[in-house]
């Protein structure tokens, strides 16, 4: 049997049917511990192609199935949680709803329960990864005086250098994306004008957030 | 004569300099003071310079001078000025040079106390052409709310959007960041510890 998800876009009831076998081998696991760690790394892996040798090798030792049993495994859970998360509801009504009537209960309030506890560390996760502009990661400022240059011997003019270091969105799954640095001179004049719009952003951010 | 040491210039000046004053000794004070108007204008924005040749040739049609002529002895008068905004001369020091140079005392004074007048103007012009790396020239930004995305059905966080145009001294390139709330507000609280650093040294 293979994986089925029926997705009804105007429910928004997600069915996912699991291979019965995978529900077999999930009952089959040593302990509750193994069963959150199976959910846990489900989740990590979610979009990759291709999972690391270890992980698959730690679920074939821990259930005692093969190889491509345990990937399918990792597939189907990584495939609930994911579903789980994508509706981001904790409340148990609404996470029981995700299985089918005749799934195994006990082993449906354990991922419920896996589901709820997990639910606030992979939303956040979700959300840092989602697709984005470059973020800024970190920014450095010094302010400078110059002193003299071609065109006159003896002045006294400060000015600010602005370095800010901002993170492309990674161009592979399982690569940490490249930081690139952007530095920037204002003068006097310039970081004014630069405070006067941001000003301007924080009391419209403040306005709508009293509303 | 003997050899002068001159302010606005480290070797004596050539002779065809010491003719040229000679020469500008000839005109008469209005004379002068248009020919001093045009360099002061020109120090205070080089870019014009259509302008300062359009002028130049007006004069030399209105007073029957040659037209070459009288780019030399310009070229000679403004020597001066621009060497000594280049080293911070003293009014007193310029003088000295001109009466050095051979110019008249009612043109040599005539001339420092127009320096004098302009000296704020020209000083402004100059730091505006000193070297900037990398000058931020424009700044747009947005910010929203993200309503959803294709893990999460219901997202809720604000993100800032800026986009900062740079004068790079090879074109203008535009750099786009996100900033999250709290980035933002702690990038406005180091600005305006910059701005008051700034404040504080200028």
Redesign the interface.
Known sequence: MKLVIVFQKRD?IIQLCCCQHCAKTLTSAPSKDVVLRTCQWGFLYRDRQKVPESVLNNLVQEYGVTMDQARKLLTAAGALM?NA????STDPADLIRLFPSDFHTSLRDLLAKIIIQNMATW?AQ??N????????VD?D?R?D??TS??????????????Q?K?QENPLRVDQVADVST???????E???T??D???K??D??SSVANR | MSAQSFHFSQETPPDSMFSDIQTLNKFQDEQFGHLVQYVFEFLTDPTKSSRLFGQLEDFAAENGVSGNALKNVFKSILSIPNSALKKSLSPEQIKEDLDNLGLSEGKASYFVDQWRANLVGLSRSALGQTLMVNQLVDMEWKFGVTAASSELDKVGNTFLQLKLVINTGNGVTNSYMELTLPQFYSFLHEMEKAKASLEYLS
């Open positions: 928004i994911k998360v994508f509706q981001g939303k979700a959300i990864n989602q697709v984005s502009l470059p973020r800024m920014f400022w302010v005086i110059k240059s071609d065109s006159i011997a003896r002045m006294s003019v400060p000015t600010c250098i602005l800010m901002v952007v530095n920037v001179e204002l003068s006097k310039t970081l004014d630069m405070l719009g941001l000003s952003i924080r419209q951010l």
